[in-house]
Every structure is written in C-alpha cells, then in structure tokens.
C-alpha cells in the first residue's frame, strides 16, 4: 500500500467539461488495483456497473488513485481533477495511508473536510471508510475510524464505513502481503461501495 505507482485509464484523460456525468474516485492502491490487473480492480468493475444500472446517461469514471497516497496528497491533487472533469460526484476513498503511518488524525480530517468542500463546488461525495489493524491500539483505531464519521454527519453526505467489510478476515481474499485485496476480492468490495453509491445515482440522474 505504501508503494508509489498511479492507475488512470486512458479513457479518462478524454473526458471533458461537457460530460455531465463524470464520477472521480480519489484513493490510494486499494482503489488503484494495486498487484492485479486494472481491468479487475473495483473501479473499473464499477463503469461496468454502472452501464449496466443506467446505460443512458453515459456515465464516465476517472479513477485517480494513487498507491501510497494520503490524504494530504489527495487534497493536492483535487483541484486540478475537478476542473479538469466537473464531477457530478467524488469518491473519496483516502486516509489508509494516514492511520499505517501514524499521522496526527486531525490533519487527516482536516484533509477530508477540505476535500468535500471542494467537490461540494461541482457536486457531492461519498466518503469511503477503511479500518486500521488492532496493534495500532484502541484509542486511535477507533478515533480514526470515527472520523468518516464526524465528516458524514457535518456534511449530511453519505459513506461506506469499512470498504473491506466482509472480507477484511478472510486471508484467501488477500495477496501476500496481507494488504492488498486479490481480484476475487474485488467484486465484494464494489458491492459495499455500491449499497451506498445507488443511494445516491437517482438524485443525480434527476438532477
């Protein structure tokens, strides 16, 4: 997780302002397919998803996730990927790397909030929740969890609390390294994101 290499499709470098339906998912290698082939990873299972769910609002996913990356480095690169795309919706999938490093979890949520700030300019987000490994003690496991929350419930947006649920204990559903999700991890991943994803689409498209 901690590795540097970026994922984005070639198709995504192509969408343009005029797109009104431009969804970005800012994460780090659990969304960038990190050890399996892209075409697997739960991002690009979602253009499938969602062709399938509303093939007439050709719906364009820009995955920029970056493996290794943070939350500061998230809130970075925002500006840039919005005004490039104009999403009618971020997901936020980032702060990983922010609890395995042991940062000041104030920063990370002060990251997060400035990150729905800015979507907030073009759309809205989900926020997409991850849990820390309990050696990392109680107290800050569970202030950091909490942070997805407080966020979600400032902003009355929605979000996934744990990304991993249901598989986080599985160890066939993990790579060597006991980190990164396998393919067949994928499509389990995609379906917690999706319960919540759904949610919101109906708006969107309405809107």
Not at 92 to 107: E, V
Request: proline share 4%.
């Amino acid at each position: 997780m901690l590795s540097i290499s970026q994922f984005v499709h070639a198709n995504d470098l192509n969408n343009s302002h005029n797109n009104d339906n431009t969804i970005v998912v800012v994460g780090d290698s659990l969304s960038a397919a990190y050890g399996i082939e892209v075409e697997k990873g739960w991002v690009n299972l979602l253009r499938n998803r969602l062709q399938e769910y509303d093939p007439d609002s050709n719906w364009k996913v820009v995955n920029a996730s970056i493996s290794g990356d943070t939350t500061a480095g998230g809130l970075q690169r925002l500006p840039k990927l919005i005004n490039a795309h104009q999403p009618v919706l971020c997901i936020i999938a980032l702060g990983a790397n922010d609890g395995l490093r042991g940062q000041p979890l104030n920063a990370m949520q002060t990251n997060l909030q400035a990150m729905v700030n800015q979507c907030n300019s073009t759309g809205t987000s989900l926020l997409v929740g991850i849990k820390l490994p309990p050696n990392y003690g109680d107290k800050y496991t569970n202030a950091f969890h909490q942070i997805y929350s407080n966020i979600t419930k400032e902003n009355n947006i929605r979000y996934v609390p744990f990304m991993l649920e249901g598989i986080a204990l599985q160890d066939t559903y993990f790579q060597a390294d006991r980190l990164h999700p396998t393919a067949e991890a994928q499509p389990y991943i995609l379906n917690n994101i999706w319960n919540q994803l759904e949610k919101l689409l109906t708006n969107i498209i309405t809107h």
